[in-house]
C-alpha cells in the first residue's frame, strides 16, 4: 500500500475533514505563517531598511481612520515604520522562536526522558531531580538571569545581533523537562511490554531498542505536546520581548511589537499595541485548538461528549 | 558426545531490600540437538527464570549467583553483555506468551525481521527480505511477500505467533526456548502451533525448550520433562515413563489434577494448599507441608535429586531413597 492511500485512508484524516474547528484552525494556521514567511516579498515596506524609514511618518492612524494614509495599512508605529509590515516581520521571528526553541527542547527532554526511563535506577534519579529542580526555576527567571548575563558579559550590540539564537536556547533549555516528563512515563509504560524483552531475545543493543521499538510508541503524546509547546514558546517569547529582555526594538518580534507601543498606548496611538496583540492571541488560539483536536485524535480513550 | 545445552548447578537470586531470594536452585539438565525438553511447574517455579538465564536476560535485581550454563562448549553465565548479544536471537532465540506482546505495534513484520538479520549479519535490505520471505512459508504464511509490509495488528493471534516462530527461526537457531508458546491462543490455534513447532524440531538439528504449565501440550511435543517446584527439579525423565507413571508426589498431584474421563461429575482433584512464597521456602524438602506422603525427614532434610535406574529417571524423594536403598 503506498504512502498516500495510506493517509487517505488514516483515521487522523478522517476526523480531520469531519471537525471544522480543525479545518479553521488548520487554514488560520496555514495562513499566518505563509503571510510571515513571505512577509519580505508581500509586506509593503521593509522595517529592516532603515532609508525607507521617515520618522515623519510616526504614528500615522490606520487608513480608516481620520488622518490615516492608503499607504500605511495599519498605521504606523513610533519610529514611522509600516506597522502592518512590521507586524509580518515580527510574527516571522515569533514563529521562527517557537518553533526551533521547541525542536530544542523536545530533542534534549526526548533523549533524556529516552534515557532515564529505559535505564532507570540512579541515573533516572538524577535526571529527574534535575528536571525537578529546572522546573522549580520559572521560565522568566532564567531568561531574564541569562539575557543579563549575556548582555553584561558581550555588550548590548552583541546581544541584539545573537537575539534570536540567544532567546532559542532559552526557552528551549527552560522547558525541556515538560518533554522529559512525559517521554519517561510512556518509556516506563512501554518497557514492560513484551516486544521489548523479544527485542532483547533478538539481540539487539539497548540504543536501538530505544530509538527503534520505544521511541515510536510513545510519540502521540510528544506530538500533542509540541503544539502546546510551540504556542507556550511564543507566548514566552513575546512575554520576555515585552520585558525588554527579547528581541530588540530594531528587529521586533510581537511582544517587542506590543512593548513598543504600550507606551503611546495612553497618548491615543492604540493601534501599535492593539494590532500586533492580536495576531499574537489569533496565533496562540489556533495552535492550542489544533493541539486539542490533536490530543483527542490520538487518545481514543479520552472520550469528548 | 558434547551436549547442545548443560546446565550445571545453576542457581539463581534476586537481590531484594530485605535479603536474596532464591528463585532457581541447583537446577542440572542437559539437552541434545533434536530434543524436545518440557520445563513445567506451578507459576512461579522458576521455569521461565530458568529459561531466561540461559540466554543471560535476568533482569535486575536478579543474577546467577553460581553454576556453569555450557552452550556448545562456552558457558553463558560466565560471559560479557556483548557476546551474549551475539547469541541471543543467533545461536538461541526464544518464543515468548503472547504474540500480541512480543510484535511492535508501530513496526512492519518486513522490518522486525529484517531487523533481526541485520544485528546478526551483514546482509542488505533485499537478501534480509528474501531470508524473511522464506521463513514465513516454512511457518506457512500464505503470501509471505505481500505479508512483510503489514503491521502486527493487520494478522490474526495465531498467525501473530507463527510470525514470532518464524523471527525466531531466522538465524536458524540450535536452540529454541519457548515459554508458555500457546497459552494465549485457543485450542485449535494451539494444535497447529504445536504441530509447527513438532515439524521444525523433525529436522533433529534444534533443540527446543518448552516452558510450560500445561501438561497436555507437554505431553504432545516433548521426549523429556523437567518438573520444578519451588526452583528446584524434583522430577525428570523421559515424557512418557513420567506422563504414565508419576513417581514425585508433586507430579503424582499434578497430573491427578487434569480433569479426566474417570471421575465425570466428582470434584476435580487438586494438590491443597500452594506453592511457598519464595521467600519463606519451608526447611527440608519444599514440597512436605503439601505433601501426602510426608514423613519426618522431609522436615529436616532436603531430598537430593538420584537416578532410579528402575524408574528410568531422576527423583528428588525420600519416599524413593527408602524403597530403594543401594540404588545410583
Redesign the interface.
Known amino acids: 500500500m503506498g504512502t498516500l492511500a495510506r493517509i487517505r485512508q488514516s483515521y487522523i484524516l478522517y476526523s480531520f475533514v469531519r471537525d471544522w474547528v480543525a479545518i479553521t484552525c488548520f487554514i488560520v494556521v496555514c495562513i499566518l505563517i505563509l503571510i510571515s514567511f513571505l512577509s519580505p516579498f508581500i509586506a509593503p515596506h521593509n522595517p529592516y531598511e532603515s532609508a525607507s524609514i521617515n520618522v515623519m511618518n510616526a504614528e500615522t492612524p490606520p487608513m480608516w481612520m481620520e488622518g490615516g494614509s492608503s499607504e500605511f495599512i495599519l498605521g504606523t508605529d513610533s519610529q514611522g515604520r509600516d506597522l502592518f509590515s512590521t507586524l509580518l516581520f515580527g510574527m516571522r521571528i515569533s514563529i521562527i522562536i517557537g518553533c526551533c526553541a521547541v525542536i530544542l527542547q523536545a530533542f534534549l527532554g526526548v533523549i533524556i526522558g529516552l534515557v532515564s526511563g529505559y535505564i532507570g535506577g540512579r541515573l533516572d534519579s538524577f535526571l529527574m531531580r534535575m528536571a525537578d529542580v529546572q522546573l522549580s526555576f520559572s521560565t522568566m527567571m532564567v531568561a531574564i538571569f541569562l539575557g543579563a548575563i549575556f548582555q553584561a558579559a558581550f555588550g548590548v550590540a552583541m546581544y541584539e545581533r545573537f537575539a534570536v539564537v540567544l532567546l532559542v536556547f532559552i526557552i528551549g533549555l527552560a522547558e525541556w523537562p515538560q518533554y522529559a516528563r512525559t517521554v519517561r512515563a510512556s518509556v516506563l509504560a512501554e518497557k514492560q511490554k513484551e516486544y521489548v524483552e523479544a527485542a532483547r531475545v533478538i539481540g539487539l543493543n539497548s540504543a536501538r531498542i530505544m530509538l527503534r521499538h520505544i521511541l515510536p510508541n510513545t510519540l502521540s503524546p510528544v506530538l500533542v505536546i509540541s503544539t502546546v509547546q510551540v504556542a507556550n514558546a511564543i507566548m514566552s517569547e513575546a512575554a520576555l520581548s515585552f520585558l525588554g529582555l527579547g528581541m530588540p526594538v530594531t528587529r521586533p518580534s510581537l511582544g517587542s511589537l506590543i512593548n513598543s507601543g504600550f507606551e503611546f498606548i495612553f497618548s491615543g496611538s492604540w493601534w501599535i499595541t492593539l494590532f500586533p496583540g492580536i495576531f499574537l492571541v489569533l496565533l496562540i488560539l489556533v495552535i492550542n485548538l489544533l493541539g486539542d483536536w490533536l490530543r483527542d485524535v490520538l487518545n481514543p480513550k479520552l472520550y469528548k461528549g | 558426545m558434547e551436549h547442545l545445552l548443560e546446565l550445571q548447578n545453576i542457581v539463581v537470586r534476586f537481590a531484594l531490600r530485605f535479603g536474596d531470594l532464591t528463585a532457581v536452585d541447583d537446577v542440572s539438565f542437559t539437552l541434545d540437538r533434536g530434543d524436545r525438553m518440557g520445563l513445567v511447574g506451578e507459576s512461579g517455579a522458576g521455569k521461565s527464570v530458568t529459561g531466561f538465564s540461559i540466554?543471560g536476560?535476568i533482569s535486575?535485581p536478579g543474577y546467577i549467583a553460581s553454576g556453569r550454563i555450557l552452550f556448545e562448549g562456552t558457558d553463558l553465565a560466565h560471559l560479557n553483555e556483548e557476546a551474549l548479544?551475539?547469541?541471543?536471537?543467533?545461536r538461541i532465540?526464544?518464543i515468548?506468551?503472547?504474540p500480541m506482546?512480543?510484535?511492535?505495534?508501530?513496526?512492519t513484520i518486513g522490518t522486525q525481521m529484517t531487523?533481526?538479520l541485520q544485528?546478526?549479519m551483514d546482509i542488505t535490505d533485499e537478501e534480509a527480505a528474501a531470508m524473511a520471505v522464506d521463513r514465513l512459508r516454512m511457518v506457512h504464511i500464505p503470501s509471505p511477500e505481500k505479508r512483510l509490509?503489514q503491521y502486527p495488528h493487520e494478522f490474526s493471534g495465531g498467525m501473530r505467533q507463527r510470525i514470532?516462530i518464524a523471527?525466531a527461526l531466522l538465524m536458524d537457531p540450535a536452540l529454541i526456548i519457548a515459554d508458555e508458546p500457546t497459552t494465549a491462543l485457543d485450542v485449535t490455534i494451539q494444535a497447529e502451533i504445536l504441530d509447527l513447532l513438532l515439524e521444525l524440531c523433525a529436522t533433529g538439528k534444534t533443540g527446543l525448550i518448552l516452558i510450560t504449565h500445561d501438561l497436555a501440550v507437554v505431553s504432545q511435543v516433548t521426549d523429556k520433562i523437567t518438573v520444578m517446584y519451588a526452583g528446584r527439579i524434583v522430577e525428570m525423565g523421559s515424557t512418557d515413563t513420567i506422563i504414565h507413571d508419576p513417581r514425585h508426589p508433586y507430579t503424582q498431584g499434578l497430573i491427578n489434577a487434569l480433569p479426566g474421563s474417570r471421575h465425570t461429575g466428582s470434584r476435580l482433584n487438586q494438590i491443597p494448599g500452594m506453592m511457598p512464597n519464595l521467600l519463606t521456602i519451608p526447611p527440608g524438602c519444599s514440597f512436605h507441608p503439601r505433601c501426602p506422603f510426608m514423613m519426618d525427614i522431609c522436615t529436616k532434610q532436603a531430598p537430593r535429586l538420584k537416578y532410579y535406574k528402575e524408574h528410568e529417571r531422576q527423583i528428588s524423594c525420600f519416599l524413593m531413597e527408602n524403597q530403594n536403598k543401594g540404588s545410583i
Open positions: 540466554i536476560l535486575r548479544r551475539n547469541i541471543r536471537g543467533n532465540s526464544m515468548f506468551q503472547d506482546m512480543t510484535l511492535n505495534p508501530v513496526l531487523e533481526t544485528a546478526h509490509n514470532v523471527i
